[in-house]
């Protein structure tokens, strides 16, 4: 367990076999709804316009050929036995992978990278590139040399983001819509298109009601409807097979794919779009790896659902062979249910098409959150609904917005073949993705030859670039409708990405220099005021221009200062030990003090008092270990930049311990600092515990004995609030971006998630104009 905030770390470790059953039974809801969904669609998609029955068995065994397929090599081979592997700490989805090879390279765009975050304990915990002269070092140093490489590969990521995203917009419309669709088989055309709409929509309503209640709730709700599901089409699939035709069987053999192609020739090739969509959901289960673990996804997968798709397929395939005469519009999953049994089927398909839409909502909730934290999107409001597994979010803004979006695609199309088009593309797209950034990981991150990476991308790559050109070939069939979107958030992220990069840029080009604080002597050539200011910058070294903006308006300071960096550095969760960097601006007797908070992109920040308290103990606990001296001759610019890695509170038992108001009240020693109060005044008592061992110098006493008597006075947090402008002679561009798209992004999204912690009665702003 974290003792920072009582979740757990990393919850893939040390679980026993009863917790890794139930995320496997819990993950049934979350992770495989949409992927187990999918037979209500493929078929009726598959032979909707493209190819028609001849009369004979080759297309039928053909499609299920190309399914069987399908579900082996991709979701089966390629996810579950490879790319689940390249989790970052527990975290899985396009970022992770980014994230992997932004520790593994120096390709990363976030602007303040240290040497010093390289060295926390999960950094590089998959080892790194060896040295020499091999191709993968090459590769290596390749990336780090071309901006251009590296914009590519941010680009990469981004557009599999978005397409995710798309697809959580996707997915929950044509899941429901494709099971309300069941209803033509009960009534008629007139009747069934004036219910289909709106018995949709207020599914769709519904579910995403559901999910503030987050994903252990909703997991543990939908799982048994999403394994009644997969009994029932298993059972349906195994009657269809005895009683229709026992040689189905005999479709399993790839030579069907062949004479299926070479039949059906154009029309099997862009039959293909809907074929695919026998894997819609499947990158689900890398996207939400960090709300599960790998073996719970593993087993639920290859125990249950695989088998069971396989038999529903294979089920519908032997209906369909002994019935040619069917008109194409009725083909699907419902026409090859008993007709006994076709009601209580139908109630349970709905059921599970509404869970089925779970699984990319939770994955874009995770995507979304990963790009947030690593400056790539614009802040929103995230929700932490469990208190045990990091990974299980919510966030408001996106819901609703997934909710709106997903109402007018259903109400837009109202058709499960355009529907199946748009989804094809996007989950296309984002395997893609994945095996291009597979390939690099196999070789810049597991140290693999890079014959094994050239495989991995043959073999994969080619399966899904043809389904990629079958389902691109649907773009005017609703193909448009996810690049429209991935459009749309791309420019949203690259835009929000650029502007910060360039405010970043701006602060570094115009931080003070040291000489510039020498000048001004130990009192800063102003009023000293009792307290602790903390001053709130990007900047990992230097002292912002916030500062001397600040001095110039108001010659008054507090006696402490603190300039406070917040930075996410990319690894999913950052140890309690390793949360703070601290060191010192200026000399000693000057009381300037620089930390910088360290948190990967799935940690939770803490409430201020804990956070305050964490803080002050950081400071303490460095000038009580530093023994720097910074006398004449010494570069105080490389002073500045050199850091101490000093843990929270409660992840250190030893060193200084802080005591507040009542606790140990009576306890001293002579190695206790104690402050002094009037009796008429109730004011906050605080205390450092010294260690007994370690003679403590009278320097250092009194420096501790500032910190103190500042931490009880009060502590006050100057935010800097920048308004980023392009400077004059900009390009046309870039005065759109910046005045107006980053603008726009910049006050109508949160401000970072600590500032809400922040008392607003201690707060302070100051606002400047950034001219980048």
């Not at 709905?350 to 400056?375: M, P």
């Not at 069939?477 to 835009?495: C, H, R, T």
């Not at 008092?609 to 009580?624: G, M, P, Q, V």
Request: aromatic share 10%; with cysteine.
């Amino acid at each position: 367990m974290d003792p920072e905030n009582g979740i757990s770390a990393n919850p893939i470790k040390k679980e026993s076999w009863k917790t890794v059953l139930t995320l496997a039974y819990q993950s049934l809801g979350v992770v495989y709804g949409d992927l187990s969904t999918s037979p209500l669609y493929v078929y009726k998609s598959t032979f909707a316009e493209d190819i028609h029955h001849s009369g004979t068995n080759e297309e039928i065994y053909g499609v299920f050929s190309f399914v069987f397929w399908t579900l082996t090599l991709l979701p089966l081979l390629k996810y579950v036995f490879i790319v689940l592997r390249a989790d970052d700490n527990g975290e899985g989805g396009t970022f992770a992978l980014y994230s992997l090879l932004c520790r593994h390279a120096r390709v990363s765009f976030l602007p303040n990278s240290q040497v010093a975050d390289e060295e926390l304990s999960d950094y590089k915990k998959d080892g790194i590139v060896q040295q020499g002269r091999g191709i993968g070092s090459r590769l290596k140093s390749t990336l780090e040399k071309h901006r251009v490489l590296q914009r590519v590969l941010l680009v990469l990521a981004l557009i599999g983001t978005c397409m995710v995203i798309g697809d959580g917009v996707l997915s929950p419309a044509l899941s429901v819509f494709s099971a309300v669709s069941g209803l033509e088989v009960f009534m008629s055309k007139e009747h069934h298109k004036y219910v289909e709409l709106p018995v949709a929509c207020i599914i769709l309503v519904c579910l995403f009601a559901l999910q503030h209640y987050g994903t252990h709730r909703v997991g543990f709700l939908f799982a048994p409807i999403v394994m009644t599901w997969l009994l029932c089409i298993s059972a349906i699939g195994v009657y269809n097979i005895f009683h229709w035709n026992p040689h189905v069987y005999q479709a399993l053999s790839p030579y069907y794919m062949y004479t299926f192609l070479k039949k059906t020739q154009r029309g099997g090739w862009m039959s293909l779009g809907g074929i695919l969509l026998c894997i819609t959901g499947s990158e689900a289960m890398f996207v939400d790896l960090g709300h599960f673990s790998q073996l719970s996804i593993k087993i639920a997968f290859t125990s249950v659902v695989y088998p069971s798709l396989i038999l529903a397929y294979m089920g519908q395939a032997a209906y369909l062979s002994k019935h040619h005469t069917i008109d194409s519009d009725l083909i699907g999953f419902y026409i090859s249910v008993p007709e006994r049994i076709r009601w209580p089927v139908l109630a349970i398909a709905i059921l599970a098409a509404v869970v089925g839409s779970q699984a990319i909502i939770t994955g874009t909730f995770s995507i979304i959150k990963q790009c947030s934290a690593l400056g790539c999107f614009p802040r929103v409001k995230i929700v932490h609904t469990s208190s045990k597994i990091h990974g299980q979010i919510y966030i408001p803004e996106i819901n609703w917005i997934l909710l709106l979006l997903c109402l007018a695609v259903t109400i837009g199309f109202r058709d499960t073949k355009r529907m199946g088009n748009a989804s094809g593309l996007a989950v296309i797209t984002v395997m893609l993705v994945t095996t291009c950034l597979m390939s690099l990981v196999i070789v810049l991150v597991w140290n693999q030859n890079v014959l094994l990476a050239v495989c991995f991308i043959f073999l994969f790559g080619s399966i899904e670039a043809l389904y990629f050109s079958a389902a691109l070939i649907k773009f005017l069939e609703g193909a448009w409708v996810p690049i429209a979107l991935a459009f749309i958030f791309i420019i949203v992220m690259y835009v929000w990405h650029y502007g910060t990069l360039k405010k970043y840029e701006f602060d570094v080009q115009n931080k003070v220099s040291i000489n510039w604080l020498l000048t001004l002597g130990p009192g800063l050539g102003i009023v000293r005021v009792r307290g602790i200011g903390l001053v709130h910058t990007e900047l990992v070294s230097g002292i912002p221009a916030i500062f001397s903006h600040f001095v110039t308006n108001l010659p008054a300071f507090h006696q402490v200062l603190i300039f406070f960096c917040v930075k996410s550095v990319p690894v999913p969760h950052v140890r309690p030990e390793e949360r703070f960097l601290v060191g010192r601006i200026g000399p000693r007797e000057y009381r300037l003090y620089r930390c910088i908070a360290r948190y990967g992109y799935r940690d939770v920040h803490k409430d201020d008092l804990e956070f305050e308290k964490d803080l002050t103990y950081s400071i303490a606990e460095f000038i009580r270990s530093d023994k720097s001296e910074h006398g004449g001759g010494v570069d105080l610019e490389k002073v500045d930049e050199k850091m101490t890695v000093v843990g929270t509170s409660t992840a250190n038992c030893e060193g200084i311990q802080i005591c507040e108001d009542g606790d140990s009240a009576e306890v001293a020693g002579p190695s206790e600092l104690k402050e002094k109060h009037s009796p008429m005044v109730q004011r906050k008592r605080v205390r450092f515990v010294l260690p007994e061992s370690p003679k403590i110098d009278n320097a250092t006493q009194e420096e501790l004995k500032d910190l103190m008597e500042a931490r009880e006075a009060g502590m006050a947090f100057i935010l800097g609030h920048s308004y980023v402008r392009a400077r004059r002679g900009s390009s046309l561009m870039k005065n759109l971006v910046i005045n107006v798209g980053y603008d726009f992004l910049r006050r109508n999204s949160r401000g970072p998630s600590y500032v809400h912690n922040i008392p607003h009665a201690s707060t302070l702003e100051v606002a400047m104009i950034y001219h980048v």
